[in-house]
């Protein structure tokens, strides 16, 4: 029995943790967090991974490292490597004394002190997140009804809300899920410490719906960054998010009517991108309304993003036989 439970507990992977830490890098406060991952055969080294921000801007900095003992070492990257830490741009030397992290922190030819204590806060759920704000900015008439903008104090990402014009059940339903997309997004930008860019086109606002496409451009580390689309169309006569367009048109094949309009003017497009041979790429379609017609775009797999173009097909083509 002894020799097979000592036989389990050698087996048993080593488990990773995460540890917590605010302080100051000279005087300017921060929060911390690292992901600590011993090696196998000998717990008292490994590697970390984690973030840290400052209080004042909430933006997270990937940050990397190794510690040996007590001595940990941490540079502003995803991934690292002993050799890394000479031409890194910002590196912690840190030395653990019972629950604070003690030490300096080299920013180019600067040095500053660093003095870090253990903490239970989620630095991003108890910190972070509850500071994220949104302040207004312009409002933009369509007729009678109002369109207010919005943008997040700490990520400046902007995003409507339902203004005058809209009846007070429309404003109630759909203001919380705008409220939650800008919180989503501005959360998404700060994690990301590098190229994360949001647009949008208002497509359609009157006394039925309200259609905006999102596009974003986003990357946070990795191979490749990511480019895309999200649509969004709120019907507000039942005050609810319309997520299939054959909701609204269900007699309509959606894929033949595009191939029988379009299909002649593909035969220039890169093999890759040709978007009618059959209707894979339209079983994820991006879409949303317009004053004319329906606005609807196919969806290719990540690295093939770039052949997405926008089709179009008016409210008489999809009423005609």
Known sequence: MGKLLRYIIICLPIISWSQAYDGTIGDYPIHLEVTIYPHEKDSTSGELEGYYFYDSKLISIPISGDFEKDKLTLIDDYFFRPEKVLDAD????????????EG???????????VLTETKQDPLEDFRNP???????????????????????YSQLPLFRLGNGFTPEQRAVFNPILDAIHLEDSKDKL????????SYDINL???KFISYLKYYSVYCGGAHPSHGNVAYNFN??????????????PKVDFFQKLKTKYDNAEAD??????TFVDDRHWQYKTWNLTPKGVLLIPSYPHALTPCEENYFLSYFELTKA
């Not at 507000?236 to 048109?249: D, H, P, R, S």
């Open 205 to 207: 606002v009157d006394t």
């Open 131 to 153: 500071k994220l704000t949104f302040v207004k900015d312009s409002i933009v008439n369509y007729q009678d009804k109002q369109l207010v903008w919005f943008h997040e104090k």
């Open 90 to 101: 910002e590196v912690f030397q840190l030395t653990k004394k019972g629950n604070q992290l």
């Open 191 to 198: 994690d990301c410490n590098s190229w994360f860019e949001i």
């Open 236 to 249: 507000l006569e039942t005050l609810e998010e319309v997520k299939e367009v054959e909701t609204l048109f």
């Open 104 to 114: 300096n922190f080299k920013i180019k030819d600067k040095t500053y002190n660093v």
């Open 269 to 274: 497009r890169q093999e890759e991108c040709e």
